[in-house]
């Protein structure tokens, strides 16, 4: 996939991205009622505080995803940040899952949606020496 292709279809996940983000793990996280974390089959914790902050955390990273999306070329170190963070992610759930069981779906549907964002922003993620010729295509058209 040549450059330009690659950032057209990098500014593509990362949309998907934010949106999966905010809508499934950021916004229920932070600000949800029981009743509505329940649909999710999360229990809310006697102590939420934890959750609130994870929820928080995830609210910071749609407005990172949405920095990178304006110029994925000049941010391509949150795009960077992105593999690590969503392999770390895919790497945990996977382990809790064998090691101690998870029978929540959306855990195991977030597991799947991680490892597959770590390959796409792996794959997609410009590189020094492609950032002028995709710049330029991307900004001709």
Same mark, same amino acid.
């Given at each position: 996939?040549?450059? @330009?292709?690659? $950032? ?5 996940? $990362? ?10 793990? !950021? %916004? @229920?996280?932070?600000?949800? @009622? #029981?009743?509505?974390?329940?649909l999710f089959g999360v229990v809310m914790p006697a102590d939420p ?17 949405? %920095? #990178? ?24 759930? %996977? !382990?809790?899952? $064998?090691?101690? !069981? ?23 993620t410009p590189q020094k020496s492609e950032a002028p010729l995709a710049? #330029? #295509?991307?900004?001709?058209?």
């Amino acid at each position: 996939m040549n450059a @330009p292709a690659k $950032l057209v279809w990098l500014k593509r996940t $990362l949309i998907v991205k934010i949106i999966i983000v905010a809508l499934m793990w !950021g %916004l @229920p996280s932070l600000l949800a @009622p #029981a009743s509505v974390l329940k649909l999710f089959g999360v229990v809310m914790p006697a102590d939420p505080f934890f959750l609130r902050i994870f929820g928080a955390v995830q609210c910071g990273l749609v407005y990172l995803y949405w %920095l #990178a999306y304006q110029d994925p070329i000049k941010n391509r170190d949150i795009i960077r940040y992105a593999v690590i963070d969503n392999t770390l992610s895919f790497l945990t759930i %996977l !382990g809790v899952g $064998l090691t101690t !069981g998870i029978a929540n779906p959306t855990v195991w549907v977030s597991c799947v949606l991680v490892a597959l964002f770590a390959v796409a922003f792996w794959y997609l993620t410009p590189q020094k020496s492609e950032a002028p010729l995709a710049s #330029a #295509a991307y900004t001709a058209k």
